[in-house]
């Protein structure tokens, strides 16, 4: 994301700007990930870049650089929140 596979960032809500700035919010993982979420303890599919838990909206995001992998999916805070 211009920084290449390197950008660092330090907050789950620093990712989730930085891909609505590049415009890969909407952007399909190249595999769906099972994750679980941290607010509810739901499980769910991650399918895009930025996607929410379907149980209580928690955001996660994950760059695009790092998208097959679960340990990179940062929690970004409630939808409301960053809006």
């Given at each position: 994301m211009h920084e290449g596979c390197n950008?660092?960032?330090a907050t789950g809500r620093?990712?989730?700007r930085?891909?609505?700035a590049m415009g890969f919010s909407a952007m399909a993982l190249p595999q769906p990930l099972r994750l679980t979420c941290e607010?509810?303890?739901q499980v769910f599919v991650m399918?895009?870049?930025e996607d929410r838990c379907s149980q209580c909206g928690l955001?996660?995001?994950v760059t695009p650089c790092?998208?097959?992998d679960p340990a990179a999916v940062r929690a970004a805070g409630p939808a409301d929140a960053l809006d």
């Open positions: 950008g660092n960032f620093e990712i989730v930085k891909l609505r607010a509810c303890g399918q895009t870049c955001t996660y995001g790092h998208a097959q």
